[in-house]
């Protein structure tokens, strides 16, 4: 008892200092150290899995961790269950969301639990956990949306919950997201990453982008190298479509094994190689021209059409963003929002 009292304690005071601390680094000028890493272990307090009681809800979480690993066995498109066939790739949430949401900068789920009800730009309104747990299986998995009473949902859900069991409502972490490398001032160049993706990811996911199935004659098996483009892999409504998420998210983790502490390429590379990546065919998601009903939150880097501004769409695909930011500021002031003309 007298233990974990003092642990959360501790707990409060480091999570405190790393606010202090992020808050005078954002007033710092830039080149200032980056925090220590004492700030964040406390805050990364994950419960251990294997600890948690042999109980209903110690089984869903398990449950829960066994689908984010294996999606595609689960509710992939070839799963033995019909009935079950919720995602339309192959590809596992872990793919993107490494070592089950654990990892810093690689999309980690340590806090979604603690995040959510969260208002939401695309929808215009507030989401809870579940809503956004259906975007990804509509979106980077390409799927159709569970109910929440389905298992499968109920076992993400509450592995969910175990990650966030030590993070305060609201909290944030130091390893949020894919990172934000600085942006270039020139587009990101399709061309120039078509060489960069030959040198240092081919090898890996295939020239043809289709990755490495673990069997080819069971796609329930999912992948050893996941898809990068081609129908099995995320559509163009995906966050990961988006270049400015997947340009830091190919810097902090490519090639696999890479970490934020010691990226592999370059920012100038991971931004045209992303750029490569995106410039590839891969499946449409209907109805993404009603997203953001107020287009002024709309996302800059969004690859999809209406937007408020009139840069062109190449531009929001590519970069510079820099720009379209400025625009949007200015917009915001003089029309404070812009609705989206497919709504009605
Ligand atoms: C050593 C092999 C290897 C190399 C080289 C490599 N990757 Fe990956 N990549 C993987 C594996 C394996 C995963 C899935 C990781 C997991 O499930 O834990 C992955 C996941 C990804 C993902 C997220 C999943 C998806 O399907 O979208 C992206 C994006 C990605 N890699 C892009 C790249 C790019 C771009 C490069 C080149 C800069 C690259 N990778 C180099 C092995 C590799
Ligand atoms: C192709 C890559 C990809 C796959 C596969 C994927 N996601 Fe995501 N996911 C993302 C991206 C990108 C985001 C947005 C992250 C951000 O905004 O920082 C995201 C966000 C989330 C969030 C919100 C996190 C937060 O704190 O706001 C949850 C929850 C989530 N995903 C769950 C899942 C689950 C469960 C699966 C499997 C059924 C899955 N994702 C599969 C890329 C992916």
Sequence with gaps: MTRSGFCGFKLIVVFASAVVISTLLAFA?????PPSPVKDIAVWNIPAFDALPDDENGRLARYGRTIIAATYA???????????RYAGNNLACTNCHLRGGLKKFALPLVTASADYPAYSARTNASISIFDRVNQCLMRSMNG????EQDRPMQAILAYLRVLSTNIPVGGTIIGAGAGAMPELDRAADPGRGAAIYARTCADCHRPDGSGVRRNVALPEMGYAVPPLWGQDSFNTGAGTARLITLANFVHDNMPNGTSWVAPTLVP???WDVAAFVLSQPRPQLAGID??????LLKPVDAGYPPYADSFSLEQHRYGPFAPIRAEITRLKEVRGEVP???IR
Excluded: Q
Aim: charged fraction near 15%.
């Design 29 to 33: 000028p830039s080149g200032a150290a």
């Design 74 to 84: 689960h509710i992939g498109p070839a799963a033995v269950n019909p009935a079950a």
């Design 144 to 147: 159709r949306p569970m109910a």
């Design 268 to 270: 100038e590379d991971a």
């Design 290 to 295: 009603r997203d953001f009903p107020n287009l």
């Design 340 to 342: 989206n003309p497919n």
